[in-house]
């Protein structure tokens, strides 16, 4: 089992910056987690991914963050996080961690943040 539990949402102002945190524990078998990334859904819209990072610091970036959003994480306390900078009311969404371990997926609880103009 993995348990992600994500942090550091809130409202700011357009241009403004907001550091999420997704703190990651694993109980039974899974000793190790692999891919993580950051996903965010809008109300009416559907989950999208924001950025992925694997074990070992390779990232990936949706096309919208790209330059905005720095994705990163800290393996030895199993934490990811996600640097956001100039944010735009667009970026308004619940934001999700995720990862994958053992072929099942699992899910933080989301972190509300709201962009304001």
């Known amino acids: 089992q993995v348990h992600l539990v994500e942090s550091g949402g809130g409202l700011v102002q357009a241009g403004g910056s907001l550091t999420l945190s997704c703190a990651a524990s694993t109980t039974g078998r899974i000793f190790d987690i692999n891919t993580m990334g950051w996903y965010r859904q809008a109300p009416g819209k559907q989950r999208e991914l924001v950025a992925t990072?694997?074990?070992?610091?390779?990232?990936n970036y949706a096309d919208f963050v790209k330059g905005r959003f720095t994705i990163s994480r800290d393996n030895t306390k199993n934490t990811m996080y996600l640097r956001m900078n100039f944010l735009k009311p667009e970026d308004t969404a619940v934001y999700y961690c995720a990862t994958n371990a053992r072929g099942q997926d699992y899910w933080g609880q989301g972190t509300q943040v709201t962009v304001s103009s």
């Open positions: 990072i694997t074990r070992g610091g390779t990232t």
